[in-house]
């Protein structure tokens, strides 16, 4: 069963829920799509990130859509992570930080929080958004993992993140990958099997070699692994290819970079 949920807003955004996640109360999850916002061309139309040649205004504009959509506009602070492919996750603790409308945390690919009001925000064309959720101690966070974050164990230190700075337990975290380029879609060159090889055990039950030397890689499933392997209690993982999927995602690979991104967002409401 697919455990993100396609909903259609009012006002024309089209997102993607976690009903698992929303059914803790005071937790929201949006996974956006490309349709339903004011951007043109290779942004048509729900463009979320900003590091992009779209205008900033339609970039914001959408984002207020989605804001709208999932009745979160009033009062909240939106922190998003600069994203450099790298395994810092970082920690948003200090009420001061509720001041803001908007930051962003430079060279980081997780963000963590128990605040309520505080939009925790990664950016996706490709890469697995991971989204964790303390149902116990309710303590939330989001994770952008291409291969090398996932290389890097970027899902299980976010977990290790959430337990040193707020005593989360493995068990009491569930997680959920969302759609991100997928089994069907993902090859790689010999040199990313390699890296793997040396730090993943099971790489060979995620991976195939094509004849052309060429390497098919199973993204979600690798992280899928590590998150059990943590200690994790669930680990749902949405089955959409954003590559296959063009009508509905954007996709670096796909659209040789040219193209928007997609907002992987959860919060803590009031
Ligand atoms: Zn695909």
């Keep these: 069963m697919e455990p993100f949920q396609l909903e259609k807003a009012e006002n024309g955004v089209w997102y993607f829920s976690i009903p698992e996640f929303e059914k803790y109360g005071n937790v929201k999850t949006f996974f956006t799509t490309r349709i339903g916002g004011v951007s043109e061309g290779d942004f048509t139309s729900l463009n979320f990130g900003g590091y992009t040649s779209d205008k900033p205004e339609r970039v914001q504009e959408n984002r207020r859509r989605v804001y709208e959509a999932n009745g979160i506009s009033e009062g909240?602070?939106?922190?998003?992570?600069?994203?450099?492919?790298?395994?810092?996750?970082?920690?948003?603790?200090?009420?001061?930080?509720?001041?803001?409308?908007?930051?962003?945390?430079?060279?980081?690919?997780?963000?963590?929080?128990?605040?309520?009001?505080?939009?925790?925000?990664?950016?996706?064309?490709?890469?697995?958004?991971?989204?964790?959720?303390?149902?116990?101690?309710?303590?939330?966070?989001?994770?952008?993992?291409?291969?090398?974050?996932?290389?890097?164990?970027?899902?299980?230190?976010?977990?290790?993140?959430?337990?040193?700075?707020?005593?989360?337990?493995?068990?009491?975290?569930?997680?959920?990958?969302?759609?991100?380029?997928?089994?069907?879609?993902?090859?790689?060159?010999?040199?990313?099997?390699?890296?793997?090889?040396?730090?993943?055990?099971?790489?060979?039950?995620?991976?195939?070699?094509?004849?052309?030397?060429?390497?098919?890689l199973d993204l979600k499933k690798i992280n899928e692994i590590q998150l059990k392997e943590a200690g994790a209690s669930k680990v749902l993982v949405s089955n959409y290819c954003t590559k296959c999927n063009d009508e509905l995602f954007f996709s670096h690979r796909r659209d040789n970079g040219h193209t928007g991104r997609m907002g992987a967002g959860i919060i803590l409401t009031k």
């Excluded at 890296?195 to 039950?205: A, M, Q």
């Excluded at 995620?206 to 390497?215: A, I, T």
């Design 76 to 216: 909240m602070t939106e922190g998003f992570v600069r994203q450099v492919h790298g395994d810092h996750v970082c920690c948003i603790q200090s009420e001061d930080i509720l001041q803001e409308d908007t930051f962003t945390i430079n060279n980081a690919d997780g963000i963590t929080t128990n605040l309520e009001n505080m939009l925790l925000m990664t950016l996706h064309a490709d890469c697995l958004p991971i989204y964790f959720l303390d149902t116990r101690k309710k303590v939330i966070a989001v994770t952008h993992a291409g291969w090398r974050g996932t290389s890097k164990y970027i899902g299980p230190k976010t977990m290790l993140k959430m337990n040193r700075e707020f005593g989360s337990e493995p068990e009491d975290i569930i997680a959920a990958i969302g759609p991100g380029i997928s089994f069907c879609c993902f090859e790689v060159g010999p040199e990313v099997y390699e890296e793997f090889k040396n730090v993943f055990h099971l790489i060979d039950e995620c991976s195939y070699k094509k004849e052309n030397g060429k390497y098919m």
